[in-house]
């Protein structure tokens, strides 16, 4: 019996200090985000003329639970489970979003899972339409890859990435710095194809600044690295902010490199619950010997496009906003881009437009 006791008091002195360093409860949240939208592409990949479309479009919606444990000397155990949800549809992936398991610690954030690249959260921020129909994924990163591997899209800058190490560096003055691995899981005899991304961040007070780079070991063929590299800033003057991003993507193809520089403005005014948004990228022309197509990106003259959206919103609360815009992507006679999300099929040289009206709710 003094045993059993004993045994008893032993386990409670194991397990009671480590219950009660559980601070946080788990948090539910998420977003819903739907747009009725009027939009045409001039013309599909056949060279056919396409009609206008009446459409709903998700936004990325999202469903997530995430919390934090902390289990002593400074550190924190991190974990978030973030599901895709369409309201459009009632279809969703589990997990398909940020989602991971990690450490917090005075010396940064490590961690692993499916999550974006630091490439891309740089200046997602910088973008008022992001990430809906209009985003500026449709020219800046070279399409959009809301959850891939090494091998399921070799295309996209603008990405979250399965299977990726993260490490974020304590901030410093304003100053941060985070880098990501994405492991070669689908390595074969001839190719080992990986991902490494990482981005310096200032941010204090009105400014923020950054400079981004990625590399992709692999992609388009053994052998072969294409990289990109970005700059970003913004200020916010009262009501308004401005930003932009200056990007130049290199890609190493089986017939040749192939090069792109894109750029994009933006700004936002908001007057209490009322808001003014603008928004314009443009990619110039494709540059290099390749003769192959990477996403929208093509070598020669006429390749470049330029997308304007201007829209307003209102915000009926902290958490539910209204909102209109409309965008037009003008393709150059060899261009061929199309909205990154929610795209049309559009050809080379067509032009493509929407209008949109939208309801977002976060909770």
């Given at each position: 019996?003094m045993?059993?006791?004993?045994v008893?008091?032993?386990?409670?002195?194991?397990?009671?200090?480590?219950?009660?360093?559980?601070?946080?409860?788990?948090q539910?949240?998420?977003?819903?985000?739907?747009?009725?939208?009027?939009?045409?592409?001039?013309?599909?990949?056949?060279?056919?003329?396409?009609?206008?479309?009446?459409?709903?479009?998700?936004?990325?919606?999202?469903?997530g639970?995430?919390?934090?444990?902390?289990?002593?000397?400074?550190?924190?155990?991190?974990?978030?489970?973030?599901?895709a949800?369409?309201?459009?549809?009632?279809?969703?992936?589990?997990?398909?979003?940020?989602?991971?398991?990690?450490?917090?610690?005075?010396?940064?954030?490590?961690?692993?899972?499916?999550?974006?690249?630091?490439?891309?959260s740089a200046?997602?921020?910088?973008?008022?339409?992001?990430?809906?129909?209009?985003?500026?994924m449709?020219?800046?990163?070279?399409?959009?890859?809301?959850?891939s591997?090494?091998?399921?899209?070799?295309?996209?800058?603008?990405?979250?990435?399965?299977?990726?190490?993260?490490?974020?560096?304590?901030?410093?003055?304003?100053?941060?710095?985070?880098?990501?691995?994405?492991?070669?899981e689908?390595?074969?005899?001839?190719?080992?194809?990986?991902?490494t991304?990482?981005?310096?961040?200032?941010?204090?007070?009105?400014?923020?600044?950054?400079?981004?780079?990625?590399?992709?070991?692999?992609y388009?063929?053994?052998?072969?690295t294409?990289t990109?590299?970005?700059?970003?800033?913004?200020?916010?003057?009262?009501?308004?902010?401005?930003?932009?991003?200056?990007?130049?993507?290199r890609?190493q193809?089986?017939?040749?490199?192939?090069?792109?520089?894109?750029?994009?403005?933006?700004?936002?005014?908001?007057?209490?619950?009322?808001?003014?948004?603008l928004?314009?990228?443009?990619?110039?022309?494709?540059k290099?010997?390749?003769?192959?197509?990477?996403?929208?990106?093509?070598?020669?003259?006429?390749?470049?496009?330029?997308?304007?959206t201007?829209?307003?919103?209102?915000?009926?609360?902290?958490?539910?906003?209204?909102?209109?815009?409309?965008?037009?992507?003008?393709?150059?006679?060899?261009?061929?881009?199309?909205?990154?999300?929610?795209?049309?099929?559009?050809?080379?040289?067509?032009?493509?437009?929407?209008?949109?009206i939208?309801?977002?709710?976060?909770?």
């Amino acid at each position: 019996m003094m045993m059993h006791r004993a045994v008893a008091l032993g386990l409670a002195a194991v397990v009671l200090p480590a219950a009660a360093q559980t601070t946080d409860s788990v948090q539910i949240y998420g977003r819903l985000n739907i747009t009725a939208e009027s939009v045409r592409a001039s013309r599909d990949s056949a060279g056919e003329s396409v009609g206008r479309l009446n459409r709903l479009a998700n936004n990325r919606s999202v469903l997530g639970f995430r919390g934090a444990e902390v289990i002593g000397g400074g550190y924190q155990a991190l974990w978030q489970i973030e599901s895709a949800v369409s309201v459009d549809t009632g279809t969703g992936s589990f997990a398909g979003r940020d989602t991971r398991l990690g450490l917090a610690a005075p010396w940064g954030t490590l961690f692993a899972g499916n999550w974006t690249t630091p490439y891309t959260s740089a200046t997602q921020g910088l973008d008022p339409f992001y990430p809906t129909t209009a985003g500026y994924m449709s020219i800046m990163g070279n399409g959009s890859a809301p959850s891939s591997d090494n091998v399921l899209d070799t295309s996209s800058f603008d990405r979250r990435q399965r299977n990726s190490i993260h490490y974020w560096t304590p901030e410093w003055n304003g100053v941060s710095v985070r880098v990501a691995h994405g492991l070669a899981e689908e390595k074969t005899a001839v190719r080992k194809p990986s991902l490494t991304s990482l981005a310096a961040i200032y941010e204090k007070g009105p400014l923020y600044l950054t400079y981004a780079h990625e590399r992709h070991e692999d992609y388009q063929g053994a052998g072969l690295t294409d990289t990109g590299h970005k700059i970003g800033a913004a200020y916010r003057f009262g009501p308004v902010r401005v930003g932009g991003a200056v990007e130049r993507l290199r890609y190493q193809t089986s017939s040749g490199p192939l090069e792109r520089t894109a750029y994009y403005l933006s700004a936002s005014y908001q007057a209490g619950a009322h808001g003014v948004r603008l928004g314009v990228a443009r990619a110039n022309d494709g540059k290099g010997s390749s003769i192959e197509q990477v996403g929208p990106l093509r070598s020669g003259s006429d390749t470049g496009a330029t997308h304007l959206t201007i829209g307003y919103d209102y915000a009926f609360s902290k958490r539910t906003t209204f909102y209109t815009y409309a965008s037009r992507i003008d393709n150059e006679r060899n261009g061929n881009y199309d909205f990154a999300i929610n795209e049309l099929g559009a050809g080379r040289g067509a032009t493509v437009d929407g209008i949109a009206i939208g309801l977002r709710h976060a909770f």
